[in-house]
């Protein structure tokens, strides 16, 4: 009789811990449920939740290198000069910082948490924004709101960038664009546009031999030329 009440005591802190694991895994593949990250919220990003928080938190480490490299150094060496020559350090650490932070975001008068989102086919909220990102073909936007849409194609892409990424001034076919074509460069594209805290360049600058051409007050307004220095 021992026995079978050990054993059934057991048995059951088994199943509730399998169940635990179970509810997780199924909470995690859900899209109507806003997940936080710090003070980021994930939506409808389903079974990419957690691959997204972890890019989000590389992001924020390779952020706080380069703040520390910045402070450190100063403007003084040859990659911050090459993307932001003549540039106030605190202005570049100063979007890194915010990226880091998360602050609220005012929309309409109202704070409103940073939300990363996963435009789909199947969300009733989120069908308008996914049409948008296959109709155009993007792979994130920024709509001037809390939010950064990452569409399906980003999700398809490498996570990191890689150093065969890495061009080499006198390839002139290169533009750098695979450094920018991974899911961690997109998405700190996208946040540099929401915590630029100026207007960012019209019309943007993508490739990085054409970011490296910028003048000062061009290059810290223009998002592609902080992912490039990062990536």
């Given at each position: 009789?021992?026995f079978?009440?050990?054993y059934?005591?057991?048995l059951?802190?088994?199943?509730l811990?399998?169940?635990?694991?179970a509810s997780h895994?199924v909470?995690?593949?859900r899209t109507d449920?806003?997940?936080?990250?710090g003070?980021?919220?994930?939506y409808?990003?389903?079974?990419s939740t957690e691959a997204?928080?972890?890019?989000?938190?590389?992001?924020?480490?390779?952020?706080q290198?380069?703040?520390e490299t910045?402070?450190?150094a100063?403007?003084?060496?040859e990659?911050?000069?090459?993307f932001?020559?003549?540039v106030?350090p605190k202005?570049v650490?100063?979007?890194?910082r915010r990226?880091?932070a998360?602050?609220?975001i005012?929309?309409?008068g109202?704070?409103?948490?940073?939300?990363?989102?996963?435009?789909?086919a199947?969300?009733?909220m989120?069908?308008e924004?996914?049409?948008?990102?296959e109709g155009?073909k993007?792979?994130?936007?920024?709509d001037?709101?809390?939010?950064v849409?990452l569409?399906?194609?980003t999700?398809?892409?490498p996570?990191?960038?890689?150093?065969r990424?890495?061009?080499?001034?006198t390839?002139s076919?290169n533009?750098?664009?695979?450094?920018l074509?991974?899911?961690?460069?997109i998405?700190?594209h996208e946040?540099?546009?929401?915590y630029?805290?100026?207007p960012n360049l019209?019309?943007?600058?993508?490739g990085?031999?054409e970011?490296?051409?910028?003048p000062?007050?061009?290059?810290?307004?223009?998002a592609?030329s902080y992912a490039f220095?990062?990536?």
């Amino acid at each position: 009789m021992r026995f079978h009440l050990v054993y059934g005591k057991g048995l059951f802190k088994y199943i509730l811990i399998a169940l635990f694991f179970a509810s997780h895994v199924v909470a995690q593949s859900r899209t109507d449920i806003f997940y936080p990250s710090g003070n980021y919220l994930i939506y409808g990003c389903g079974a990419s939740t957690e691959a997204i928080k972890a890019i989000l938190g590389q992001v924020h480490q390779h952020l706080q290198k380069a703040i520390e490299t910045i402070e450190s150094a100063g403007p003084s060496t040859e990659t911050y000069n090459a993307f932001f020559r003549g540039v106030d350090p605190k202005i570049v650490t100063g979007v890194f910082r915010r990226i880091i932070a998360g602050g609220n975001i005012m929309v309409n008068g109202q704070p409103q948490h940073p939300s990363i989102t996963c435009p789909h086919a199947n969300h009733p909220m989120l069908r308008e924004h996914w049409k948008l990102c296959e109709g155009m073909k993007r792979f994130a936007y920024h709509d001037e709101s809390q939010f950064v849409f990452l569409c399906p194609r980003t999700l398809r892409l490498p996570a990191y960038p890689n150093v065969r990424d890495c061009v080499r001034r006198t390839n002139s076919k290169n533009r750098g664009i695979s450094l920018l074509e991974t899911q961690f460069t997109i998405l700190l594209h996208e946040l540099v546009h929401v915590y630029l805290n100026r207007p960012n360049l019209k019309p943007e600058v993508y490739g990085i031999f054409e970011c490296l051409e910028l003048p000062p007050e061009k290059s810290v307004a223009n998002a592609g030329s902080y992912a490039f220095y990062i990536a």
